[in-house]
Each structure stands twice: as C-alpha cells, then as structure tokens.
C-alpha cells in the first residue's frame, strides 16, 4: 500500500481563523498542550483507510465537502482487524467510550493540527463543527433528505412570458415614394427556410442500444396424462374334444376274464341278478296301477259340456242354388279353414224338368253361412271332384257326360281368405240389396280346361282322384319319380268300364298346337263375372288321357263296371316336399311337358295296384300297369281277386288314413273292411242292415272309428275295438232324406268336423266331441293287432270251411259207396260186413274226431260218452 | 373262465335279457354279449351312473353301501351289481 498521506503542515492559524472567521459568538475551544484542541486528534490515515472509509482525499473529501460520518462500528471492527496496524490505534479508547454512533472525521487540507485527517472525539464538538455555518454549508451535500419544504415550485406559471428587459420602442421611418398604407401581417416561420434555422433531431449512427442476453427461466413440465389399458385375457378353453374310450385288448381280456377275483364277482353278483330278473318275470315293480286304470280319456273335464254325441255346428242351405237337387261329392278345402266345396246335380227322378239354375259347384264357408262363398261353373252335373294336393287351387271334376274338367281357383282365393273370422266383411252393404242382387255378387268361377269329348268317358264319371306328387305315371302305368314334386297326374273311373289316367301336362310332341286352337274360348261364355285363368289352356278341349285300364273279368267274359275305387296313396313327406310347397304357385301347367319315360327314375316301392268297387257290389283287386301282349300292344292285366261282399252297387272304397293297407267299402246293405294282401275275403263283413249304407267314411284321429250313412239320413259311428256287430252310436234321422256324402276333417286338434251332406242339398256340419277324435290307448296297435287277429280267423275259417266241405263230400260219397255195397254179391257178406263195419267205425270214429276238433260235436252225445 | 361263461348262459337264457356287460372298475368293458359301439357307450355312461350313486349313498351314509341298481326306462330296464372290482350290467326288456 502506498501511503499518499500528505503531510501538510497543521495550520493552528486556519482552525483558530476558522473560529474566528465565523464570528458567531461561539467559545473559543479550549487548546491542549499539543497544539490542538482537546476534542479532536488529528490522524494519519492510510490511502488502504481511506479506501476502506471512502474517505479518499480529493475523491470522497474535498477542501468544500471535509466531513465524513464514520460508524463507530466500522472503527471498531478495523481496529480489531488491523489491531495495531490500524490508524484508529491511538483512539482507541475514545472511540469505544464514545457514546454515538458516528465520529466525525474531517479533512484538513490545510494541515491545521498537523495531519490531514482529525478525528473530533466528543459529540459536543461534532456538533459544534457540523453545526458551524460553514460546516453545514459544506454539508449540504451530506444532507439527508428533508421534507419537502414549499417554496413556490409548484405553482403554475402565470405569466410565461417575462419581460426581462424593457419593451423597446422604435420608430422607422420609411421613405417610400407612395405614401400608402402599410399594412404588418404575420408570417409562419416554419414555412419558409431562411425564417429560421433549425436544428433537427437526427438518428445518430454512433448511439447503439447493446443488447444485452439475459437469462431467462424455463421449465418444462411433461404433461402426465392417467390412462389405462385393459386386455382381454384369452383363456384357452376346450371347444371340441374328440375322444375315444379305452378299451381292453383282446389277451388283456382273456388275462382279466382267467383271474380270480372275476370269479369271485360272479359267484357274489350272479345270484343277485337272477333274482332281479326272476322278479321281473313275476310282476312289473314299476306298474303305476293307478294310471294304468285311466283309459285314454281325459278323466277331468271341466268344461261341463261334455257330450260324446255329434254337435251340430252349422247348416248350409241355399235356396238358389240348392233348389231340388242332390249334393253328389263334397270336399273340405284343405288349407283353408271352414270351405267346403259341394257339387249339385239334378237328383234322378227329376231329371225331366228344368232346373232354375245350371248345375254348379259351391263353396261354403263357416264364416257366412248365408250365402256361399263363390261357385265354379260346370258344363254338366259333376259327380265326383277332387282338389289338388300339391296346389288347393286347382280342382278337377268329372262330369255326368264323361268330360273331365279343371278349375283353377287362385284369383278367388284371397276372396274367400278374406272371409275368414278374423276379418270382417266389408260388404255390410249388401244386407241392403235383395237376394237377386247378392246372387249377382257372388263370383262364379268358370273351368279351365275340359277333356276331349271323343276321348272321354263315355258314361258319366264317378270318381275322381289326384295322384300324389310324389310320383307319376308313364305310358305304360309304371311309377316313376315326379320331379315335379307336385300333382300333376290324375285317375278317373267311370261305369264304362274304364279308368283312365290323364296327365295335366302336355305331351312333349304337342308342343306347338294348342295355344293357336283356342284363344276363342273366353268369349262364348255369357255368365263369367271375372276373366278365365290361363292355367290350362294347353289342354282345353283337346285333353286326352295317357292311357286306359279296363277291367275284364276273371272267369267269365265281359267286363266290370267301376263305380269307385282307390289307391295307395304313397307320400313321403321328406324336407324337401314341405319346402318346395311353397314355390308350388309359381308353376306355370302350360309350359310343363311330360318327360320322356326313359329318363325318369322308376320308383320301385309304389304300390300299383288298386281296390275297385263296381255297380254289382264287387270289390276288384287289379293292377294298372300295362302290360304288352303278344302282339306287342299293351292291354291291361286281368284284376287278381273279385269278390262280391255287397249286393248292390258300391258307393264308398276308401283307404284308412292310418294303414295303408285297411279299406272301408260300402255298399248295398252292409259295409266291409278289406286288407290288402289278404286275397281271401274281407277282413270284417258287417251284418245286413235294414237301410241301406250309402256311405262311409273313416275317422282322421281314431283308427277304429268310421262313419257310415244311411238311407234313412241317420248316421252310424262304429268303433271296431269296442263292438264290432252294433254301432257306438246311432244318430238317426239327422236328414229326411239319405245321405249322399260325408267327409271329416280336423282343422286343429281339438277342432274335428263332420260334413254330411244329403239328398236335399243341404249341407250340415257336424262337430266331433272329444271322445271320438282322441284315440284311446295303444289305438292304433290295437286296431293292428286287431286287423291280424281277424286275417289270421279269416284264414283259419276258410280253411276249416274248406275242410269241412271236403269232409263233407268224402261223406257224401262214402255213403253213395255204401248205398253200392249189398249189390256186390262177389265177397262173402258177413266178411264185407265186418270189412264195411270195421271202416264204417273207423269212419264215425274219425269223424266224431273231427267234429270235435272244429267244435261242432253235440255237447249231448259228448256228455253220453 | 368257462364259469363265467356259464353264468352268463343262464342270465341270458332268461326271459327279455337284451345283454350283458361286464366292466372293471375304471369302467372299461371286459365282456359284452352286445356290440362293441353299445358296449362302450353303455360302459362309460353306467360307470359314471353307479359311482355318482355310490357316492350318494356313502355321503349320506358311511357305512353304507350300494348293493344293487335297477334303472326302469320306457323300453327297457337296466340292471346294475356292483362290487368292488367290477360290475355287472345286464339290460332287459320285460315286456317282450
């Protein structure tokens, strides 16, 4: 460190001047024998003192500002560092004992008390120093701060402008050659240059703003986001398992089956097993006897109207219509419920007089019992007709002069499904017209297509049935498969001795003639409300049957008169049947063609062979297949069996729709069940009634229930299980007139109808209680074993009537034998006595033997022996 | 084994008996008079029938045990002698 303390000499003159200077009565200070007042000591400081106590000479202290405040703290603190290094040494004491704060040092340039620097030692000398006029002139700088006192600065100037001087007057005089008026104005000095001179701002290049980088603080914050992931823990389970048991090889087996404890087992196990079995031979343990004691029926009925005769549920009559004739065929319609289609023909005894209305078919339905629904118009009286089985809508009817007809009724049949109960008949309106009107109403329907006359039947036709769809018939009656699926193919029988088979379709040869033949047949019709359906215009009045069976006799010459017959009716109901129904409609007849023979598939399991009831009261069991001669033509077979049960024309041969191979035929007074395969006779004959059975016809549920009608319009219910010589039950005079037709039905299961219909034209139906639609127990088993039992007494009873007739005849001639014996005298006669006598016994003996077996030996004689 | 032949004989002899099986007691057939497919499946299924209803009867009752079991179905009847190695299965028909 370089000391720049200067010594200046002290200057005792300038302080004591200093005092003196002031003049402002202050007491003289007292002096010391060192030359200078007691209250101050003048110090030597160091330039590093003066720098640490910004006291440096000339920068911080100057000859104008000499006082310096010092802290005492300050003072003591570098008196503790520098110890006695440190300028404040010799003070020491005074500046711990000083009282205040701060110690004045001022700076003495002239070196009054020696040194540059004195320290003033007491306050009351700092103050007397500080306070000294001069001393507070040159501390104005050290001022702290005091409040602001006014002194006028922040009034508004009033008057700006000051005059400093006094305004000057002058007077110009001009000389001016015209004395004219002088006129001052003001002139803007800003709008010429030499007004005034300027000094404007300009951009100085030299300034510079530095810029300076400052630090600045980021953070970045991740942005945290909670989310969260769930996976679908696959758990691996078992979808298939093949497996295959565990089995013993045949050595194990043969191993296991040598071992003991096998042995053992059998010998524990066996005695039990027998006994189990041996009990099961006794008596059935698990016998519920108190169900065993219910007989099929419902045992509880609730419904309080039990009745198990034969309700009548509604009667259709219509005296348009209806008027003087005779239902001849009726049918249910089959998907529709409530329809019945009756034929009315002229009844026989009338058949001279003119008849008000054309013969017609007639539907009825439950729902309007009024009026029938629509009519299908006819050439001539139909006898028999028959709806499709594949296609309700199309019926086939035979008429009276031979023709076969066919009527498609779908256009009319969303009328009568309109009908049905659960719509209503918006036609409330016609309540309002009279019947002629509502006559008119009434559609009527008019055929599609009728047969050729030269190759129909020649008498009328009887009977009239569709083929199932599942098969057709060739040229020559064998069964083929019918791609089809539907019914096309159909068998009508008629009196002249014939049946004929016709098929819907057109021949494939024939395929370009009929559709120019016959576009004239719409027009000649003058009762056709609605328009002919083009369904089978192919065939009209060119339709020819495929071919002909007739039936000749067995042993004599001539031929048998058909009047009803019937079929196997083989149908196999398969998936595919029941779904191809529903496209049924959409077959277009016209364009069908009937295939070649040779490409269809012949069906080997279809029955072709048939039951026929003829005008004598014959059943005829006959084939239809065609077979070819020797002259290569095919003819007909000759029937296998006849037998003559009725002795008046047959008007019922029809199937069980339970067995295949049971029929129900009747005819004059007695009625008959036949079994196919049984060649010998019927089954059961049923006694000669006094009325005659008009027809028959077998329950849809029960199998061992039928109906038989009467001349006298009663109706028999016959159950077969129950008595087989008397009906179940007997409703007579259900009609005053016989009945011509009858036919069931089930709609539902619990809903069975009977339709009869008599020679009145009116039509009744009939509701079937419950306890002749349920089939009682095993019904159907039963009504089989039955059916065998009575085949098997059939066979036995011919059988022994064939024995008998043949013992009969031996005896016959054994006694025209002996009658010839006393005429022979060649053997001696006691020796042909005893000869004739010994055969004679053995003979009586023989035949008593006999007679016994069958059962016929009096029981007198028997009891004699 | 000619005398388990011959016990056989007489249980089949009986009236209606349809079949008989024997099986070991993991349920593996060891003797059938039937065809192996029926066998099998009798086996398998009548194993697991007659251990359910050994159990049954020994939760119930720990002395106990089965003796006998007569399973009576619409067409037929199954009977069932177990013991502790096998058992025996004969199927009847009693109305036949």
């Known amino acids: ?211 300076l980088l400052t630090d600045c603080g980021v953070q970045a914050v991740p942005m945290i986001q909670t989310n969260s992931c769930q996976t679908m823990r696959m758990v691996p389970k078992d979808t298939f398992t093949q497996y295959e048991p565990r089995e013993f090889s045949t050595e194990e087996k043969e191993t296991i089956l040598k071992e003991q404890s096998l042995m053992n087992f059998c010998k524990a196990q066996i005695p039990r097993m027998l006994f189990a079995l041996q009990q099961e031979e006794i008596i059935n343990v698990f016998l519920d006897d108190w169900k065993a004691l219910a007989t099929g029926l419902e045992a509880c009925d609730w419904s309080g109207q039990v009745s198990d005769t034969l309700v009548l549920h509604q009667v259709f009559t219509d005296q348009k219509f209806a008027k003087s004739k005779t239902i001849s065929c009726l049918n249910w319609h089959p998907t529709i419920y409530g329809v019945i289609a009756v034929a009315m023909t002229k009844r026989h005894e009338e058949l001279a007089e003119a008849v008000s209305s054309p013969p017609l078919i007639v539907f009825y339905s439950f729902s309007n019992p009024s009026s029938p629904q629509f009519l299908l118009e006819c050439p001539d009286d139909i006898l028999a007709f028959q709806f499709s089985p594949s296609n309700p809508n199309i019926i086939v009817g035979g008429c009276l002069n031979g023709q076969v007809l066919l009527w498609d009724i779908s256009a009319h049949v969303t009328f009568i499904q309109a009908t049905q109960p659960g719509s209503r008949r918006e036609s409330i309106n016609s309540d309002k017209f009279d019947l002629n009107d509502s006559r008119e109403n009434i559609p009527i329907v008019r055929f599609c297509a009728v047969s050729a006359l030269e190759s129909s039947h020649k008498a009328p036709v009887t009977d009239v049935q569709w083929l199932p769809p599942t098969f057709e018939v060739t040229m020559m009656g064998l069964p083929v498969e019918n791609k089809q699926k539907v019914s096309i193919q159909i068998i009508t029988c008629s009196p002249d001795c014939t049946l004929r088979f016709w098929d819907v379709r057109l021949p494939a040869e024939f395929s370009n003639t009929p559709t120019e033949s016959t576009p004239t047949v719409d027009h000649k019709t003058p009762m056709t409300t609605c328009s002919v359906p083009e369904t089978f215009k192919h065939l009209d009045r060119t339709w020819k049957p495929m071919f002909r069976v007739s039936l000749s006799k067995i042993d004599t010459k001539g031929e048998y008169v058909p009047m009803k017959f019937s079929f196997e009716n083989f149908i196999t109901t398969t998936e595919r049947d029941k779904e191809i129904k529903g496209t049924e409609a959409l077959l277009d007849y016209s364009q069908l063609k009937i295939p070649a023979s040779e490409k269809l598939k012949e069906m080997d399991n279809i029955n072709t062979k048939f039951f026929v009831g003829t005008e004598n009261g014959e059943i005829i069991y006959s084939d239809w297949k065609l077979e070819s001669d020797d002259s290569g033509r095919p003819h007909s077979s000759k029937p296998f069996a006849c037998f003559n049960s009725h002795h008046w024309l047959v008007n019922t041969v029809q199937r069980s729709p339970f067995f295949k191979d049971i029929l129900l035929s009747t005819g004059g007074w007695n009625f008959a069940i036949w079994k196919e395969g049984v060649m010998d006779g019927p089954l059961v004959a049923s006694q000669y009634f006094e009325q005659e059975c008009t027809v028959g016809c077998w329950s849809l549920s029960r199998p061992a229930v039928f109906f038989i009608g009467k001349t006298d319009g009663s109706v028999e219910i016959w159950d077969l299980l129950k008595n087989s010589s008397e009906p179940l039950q007997l409703h ?36 079937i209680p419950k306890a002749l639609y349920l089939p009682s127990r095993h019904e159907s088993l039963s009504m089989k074993k039955y059916f065998d039992l009575e085949a098997e007494s059939l066979k036995d009873y011919l059988k022994r009537e064939e024995f008998w007739t043949k013992h009969k005849k031996e005896e016959e001639e054994h006694k025209t034998k002996l009658k010839k014996e006393p005429e022979k005298p060649e053997t001696p006669p006691k020796e042909i006595h005893r000869l004739d006598l010994t055969e ?11 007679l016994q077996d069958m059962g016929l030996w009096p029981i007198a004689v028997e009891s004699e022996r | 084994m000619a005398e388990v032949e011959e016990t056989l004989k007489r249980i089949q002899s009986q009236k209606g008996v349809q079949g008989i099986i024997i099986v070991n007691s993991e349920g593996i057939p060891v003797k059938s008079t039937l065809d192996n497919q029926s066998t099998v499946q009798y086996s398998a299924l009548i194993h697991q029938l007659v251990m359910k209803a050994r159990s049954t009867l020994r939760d119930i009752d720990p002395q106990n045990d089965l003796t006998f079991l007569r399973v009576r179905s619409k067409k037929n009847e199954i009977m069932i002698a177990p013991d502790k190695d096998y058992f025996l299965i004969v199927i009847q028909n009693p109305s036949a």
């Not at chain 1, 303390?5 to 002031?22: D, E, F, N």
């Not at chain 1, 007292?30 to 110090?43: K, N, Q, V």
């Open chain 1, 732 to 767: 007579p005079h259900i009609s005053k007139s016989k009945i011509t037709c009858m036919k069931a039905c089930s709609f539902t299961a619990k809903q069975h109808f009977l339709a009869v219909a008599d020679d009145l034209g009116v039509l009744r139906i009939f509701e």
């Open chain 1, 1 to 211: 460190m370089a000391p720049k303390a200067r010594k200046r000499s002290p200057s005792k003159g300038r302080g004591k001047g200093k005092g003196k200077g002031k003049g402002k009565g202050k007491a003289s200070r007292p002096s010391t024998s060192l030359g200078y007042p007691e209250d101050i000591f003048p110090l030597v400081l160091t330039s590093a003192t003066q720098e640490l106590f910004n006291c440096r000479i000339d920068e911080d202290v100057t000859e104008k500002s000499p006082f310096k405040l010092l802290k005492k703290d300050d003072i003591i603190d570098d008196m503790k560092r520098r110890a006695a290094v440190s300028d404040f040494s010799p003070v020491k004491q005074t500046v711990l004992a000083y009282p205040e704060e701060e110690m004045l040092l001022v700076f003495d340039s002239n070196l009054t008390y020696g040194q540059f620097f004195y320290l003033v030692l007491t306050p009351e000398s700092k103050d007397r120093i500080l306070k000294s006029p001069e001393g507070e002139e040159l501390l104005m700088a050290d001022k702290r701060p005091q409040f602001w006192i006014s002194l006028g600065s922040e009034k508004e100037i009033e008057e700006p402008i000051k005059e400093t001087r006094e305004k000057l007057r002058l007077k110009l005089r001009v000389d001016r050659a015209v004395q004219s008026k002088v006129c001052f104005s003001d002139r803007d000095c800003a709008e010429s240059k030499d007004g005034h001179l300027e000094c404007t701002s300009y951009e100085d290049s030299k300034f510079k703003i530095k810029k």
């Open chain 1, 840 to 850: 004679y016994s053995d003979d009586l003996i023989l035949e008593e033997e006999l």
